[in-house]
């Protein structure tokens, strides 16, 4: 008599993903609102703070790149868990490790905890719900950016009371919920080590070769990089106009809160567009006049600049990463492919932060970092307008021809 192993429930497997999703970037977001007290106590300079903001993005992109060994040794489940665990463990420190180096080796530990989860995520979800990946990305990318948004709009109320160390370590908590949760809901899903092995005959496919790899690597990093930039660098931008710190929490809590209902209008409804790309440019467009309005009018128009950046930011983090999803079929195919794109672009957007924060300290400004956020940004276009759906299909067969070759050339 064999023995049916009961299916993880969907909804509380979508309700712990959205969990784990929250808690991939307040160690990063909650820094921007708090840069003042935290250059006053512990005297380090803006390099620095971009330093806070690149280095744990650097590392999700490390942690993408060696997602395949990730998988091999922990499996999907057990390294998303994992990855959880080191996040509540990096926050949980910043209460003991209150200086500028421990805020460097908490960001790093950080950095490693979210690129384990953000490398085995998209696999994770492309195995478990298939055709519907496109709206549990969607909800993923909602977390993300929601989990920014409260970080950053309660940084400063918090600080208040609990102080800068105190507001940062307060985060260790929803990510020790979130695991417990997961644990739960994932125990009974597919992972990577429930699945069937690869045909034989085959090997993995090399997508350095590929130049629609690259250009999908290049289209996350600048989406991305835009979005790690406005996290980090609104709130000390406002601070420098004159504003006094709860409005420019107040302005960077009205983006994020823009950008995270945005990021649910992608979940509820981007499969309403197989061609995804009117959404990409109409993104892009709206990401490059938010950064022109920051550049133009930044205080007539502070609000505006909010709004059209939350839209286009709010449409583009998910949907770049829908979009290199859509390109191939075979979910750990998906997951290795996904975690190339996500590595390189998130190496790129990594300096976005740290390049900013330079030329704060070297110009006393930041308005010509928002005047080349918005150029980039009007270059994508010419990548997005080649994303077609057949597109997809060419590529997808021709990973499973070229990867189908090379396995028949090293058998023999």
């Not at 690149?54 to 999907?76: D, H, K, N, S, T």
């Not at 107040?250 to 649910?264: H, N, Q, Y």
Request: a positive charge; glycine letters at 12%; aromatic letters at 10%.
């Amino acid at each position: 008599m064999t023995t049916r192993i009961a299916k993880a429930s969907p909804a509380l497997l979508l309700f712990a993903i959205f969990l784990i999703s929250l808690n991939l970037r307040p160690a990063v977001a909650a820094i921007g609102p708090l840069v003042s007290q935290i250059l006053g106590d512990t005297g380090v300079n803006s390099t620095i703070i971009g330093f806070l903001t690149m280095i744990p993005v650097f590392l999700m992109g490390i942690g993408a790149i060696y997602v395949r060994q990730l998988r091999a040794a922990l499996g999907e489940r057990g390294g998303i868990t994992l990855g959880a665990l080191i996040i509540a463990l990096a926050c949980a420190a910043r209460l003991w490790l209150p200086t500028g180096a421990g805020l460097l080796v908490t960001a790093a530990g950080a950095g490693i905890g979210i690129a384990i989860v953000q490398s085995l995520m998209p696999g994770f979800a492309k195995r478990n719900f298939g055709a519907g990946t496109g709206r549990v990305i969607g909800l993923y990318s909602t977390g993300i950016v929601a989990g920014a948004s409260i970080a950053a709009g309660t940084a400063a109320g918090l600080a208040s009371s609990l102080d800068w160390e105190g507001t940062l370590a307060a985060w260790s908590l929803p990510a020790v919920l979130a695991v417990l949760i997961w644990v739960i809901a994932a125990r009974n899903a597919d992972s990577e080590r429930t699945a069937p092995a690869p045909a034989a005959g085959t090997t993995p496919p090399q997508f350095w070769r590929n130049a629609r790899c690259w250009s999908l690597m290049l289209f996350f990093g600048v989406g991305t990089g835009a979005f790690m930039l406005v996290m980090a660098w609104i709130p000390p931008f406002y601070l420098e106009q004159g504003l006094d710190q709860g409005a420019a929490g107040l302005l960077l809590s009205v983006l994020t809160v823009i950008e995270a209902v945005t990021a649910l209008g992608v979940a509820a409804f981007i499969h309403h567009f197989p061609d995804r790309r009117g959404p990409l440019v109409f993104a892009l467009i709206m990401t490059a006049l938010g950064f022109g309005v920051l550049y133009t009018a930044p205080i007539d128009m502070s609000f505006l600049a909010m709004a059209l950046l939350g839209v286009g930011i709010g449409i583009l983090f998910p949907l770049s990463i829908i979009v290199a999803i859509d390109h191939v079929d075979d979910p750990t195919t998906a997951g290795n492919f996904t975690s190339f794109v996500q590595g390189g672009g998130y190496i790129l957007a990594s300096f976005v932060p740290l390049f900013a924060g330079a030329v704060r300290d070297a110009m006393s400004d930041l308005s010509n970092v928002w005047l080349g956020m918005a150029a980039g940004s009007l270059l994508m276009i010419f990548f997005a307008v080649r994303y077609s759906p057949e597109s997809y299909k060419r590529f997808s067969t021709m990973l499973r021809s070229v990867s189908l070759d090379r396995g028949l050339r090293a058998a023999s």
